[in-house]
């Protein structure tokens, strides 16, 4: 089973850039998607980068061009590049994994990491 932990989270300006990570434990984990999600307060949880076992990506619209989701299966991480952030971006910043396919649904995932903070300013 993988267990996934975030890193990364702080601060940023509009415009300016952060870099998450997920590290997920477990044997198996060249064989889960990774998918980040992320939170604002009274808002639902949104999808926002997946990547699958063979290193396919999707990104929400609202994203491409701007995130860059990647995977370094020998360290069992995730990552997470996030440029020309928005204050509207702001929230927690979870990432989950379900094995092989990547689903935009969070209830389609039953591992989560305990989330990372991302603070935007304008």
């Known amino acids: 089973q993988v267990q996934p932990v975030e890193s990364g989270g702080g601060s940023a300006q509009a415009g300016g850039s952060l870099r998450l990570s997920c590290t997920a434990s477990g044997y198996t984990y060249s064989t889960y998607c990774i998918t980040w999600f992320r939170q604002a307060p009274g808002k639902e949880r949104e999808g926002v980068a997946t990547i699958d076992y063979d290193g396919m990506t999707t990104y929400a619209d609202l994203v491409k061009g701007r995130f860059t989701i990647s995977r370094d299966n020998a360290k069992k991480m995730v990552f997470l590049q996030m440029n020309s952030l928005k204050s509207e971006e702001a929230g927690t910043y979870s990432c989950?994994?379900?094995?092989?396919?990547?689903?935009?649904?969070?209830?389609?995932?039953?591992?989560w990491g305990q989330g990372t903070q991302v603070t935007v300013s304008s």
């Open positions: 989950a994994a379900r094995r092989y396919a990547c689903m935009w649904q969070p209830n389609a995932y039953g591992l």
